[in-house]
């Protein structure tokens, strides 16, 4: 392949994901449904223009890299530890119960598996997939109610929080533990060692980071060097612990999320990442996804991935909200707010290609899941606070 062919592979991915982008969020859909419609569009199952190239790959690596990074920067610890285990619980909830019924969804479909055994951690892996939470469409359905302070507002979002950084303590452990030479003592021992090392090393590189940003506020120098440290703490994940490097780039994000200048930073990282990786990376996913494993197995087994996915937020998070004292009422809105899922679990599946864990034919359950989730959980939203309010409003 000569190398100025790339230049009309980007031209094709970066014009297709930002037009299908605008159409999706026309119809109130994420724009990354429309950037991996873009994907599926141009690539091989539909129209052939372009193929998924070993500089593509890479590309979307540094992509997904940078949006994991963006998602740490996001985080805010603070409301985190004000939240304490109300929101914890939720989330713990909303992480096992999807991941023992995503695991049991995979086992029924393709017979249950020992421990250990490839189709074992096939099989967490699809359960870890579910556990994802992005709470962006229910932010957006909440502000448009008036909701987004209530009480019930600020759990979904701080459980929603803890919850991704739960589902990317067990991906790690997932990947790690599937290795063919890995050891269970050792995969523990190794991810202990990391964290260790990344919040003891965090706090230095806070004081340091907090030092620059004083003597040099709001200059490009920042980002960069945070950039690089984003870069090299994802390396160091992969390359020395056996991590996947997304944990390393949220590491990253949550090490500098506290500065003064954090949202100067990701709105320096946002402009690459959404003018060219962010793109390249969710159009990859429709580059990848193969329908040519398509039966009625698979088709039946994407359908019940989706209904399993859907009821699991909601049985998982609203139990563990009445086991706190929230009504029935707000539990099941807390439930529902907790079952849209968008980039992260994309992610995650993405991870799980890589370390051979996933076959490219899953990825239209996840697209699936995304496009319905984010499309249903607004509408149930409404719905549930527009009979609250008709009850209330009844004369007794």
């Excluded at 004081?207 to 984003?230: G, S």
């Excluded at 090490?255 to 990282?269: A, G, H, M, Q």
């Excluded at 907790?338 to 799980?352: H, S, W």
């Amino acid at each position: 392949m000569e190398a100025y062919e790339v230049l009309k592979d980007l031209a094709i991915i970066i014009f297709t994901a930002k037009l299908f982008g605008m159409a999706a969020r026309k119809c109130k859909a994420p724009q990354v449904v429309g950037q991996i419609v873009a994907g599926l569009l141009i690539g091989p199952c539909v129209l052939g223009w372009v193929n998924q190239s070993d500089f593509i790959t890479q590309m979307a690596e540094i992509g997904v890299v940078l949006l994991m990074f963006e998602v740490g920067l996001e985080t805010d610890l603070k409301e985190l530890v004000k939240t304490g285990p109300i929101a914890l619980l939720i989330a713990c909830a909303g992480v096992f119960v999807p991941l023992a019924l995503g695991a049991l969804l995979y086992m029924g479909f393709y017979g249950f598996a020992p421990w250990g055994s490839e189709e074992f951690f096939k099989a967490v892996f699809i359960g870890t997939i579910m556990t994802a939470t992005s709470v962006s469409i229910t932010v957006a359905a909440l502000q448009e109610l008036g909701k987004i302070k209530s009480k019930v507002g600020t759990t979904i979002v701080s459980a929603a929080i803890i919850d991704d950084v739960i589902g990317i303590i067990v991906l790690t452990f997932v990947i790690g533990f599937k290795s063919p030479d890995s050891h269970p003592g050792m995969v523990i021992l190794k991810t202990v060692i990391f964290f260790f090392i990344a919040i003891v090393g965090g706090l230095i590189l806070f004081k340091i980071f907090m030092a620059l940003d004083r003597r040099y506020p709001h200059t490009r120098r920042i980002p960069i060097v945070a950039l690089a440290f984003c870069f090299a703490l994802s390396y160091v994940a992969e390359k020395f612990f056996g991590i996947a490097d997304i944990t390393g780039a949220y590491i990253a994000g949550i090490v500098l999320c506290n500065l003064s200048d954090n949202t100067y930073i990701e709105r320096k990282v946002d402009v690459s990442s959404y003018m060219i990786f962010g793109p390249l990376f969710f159009a990859s996913i429709g580059l990848k996804t193969n329908f040519d494993a398509m039966d009625s197995t698979l088709f039946a087994f994407c359908i019940c991935f989706v209904v399993v996915a859907l009821l699991a937020k909601i049985v998982g998070c609203g139990l563990a909200s009445k086991l706190c004292r929230y009504t029935f009422s707000d539990s099941l809105k807390i439930g529902v707010g907790m079952m849209t899922r968008g980039e992260v679990a994309l992610i995650v599946a993405q991870k799980g290609l890589a370390a051979g864990l996933l076959t490219a034919d899953y990825f239209m359950a996840v697209i699936l899941l995304i496009l319905l989730s984010s499309i249903a959980t607004p509408i149930i939203l409404k719905f549930l606070y527009s009979k609250e309010e008709k009850t209330s409003s009844v004369p007794v």
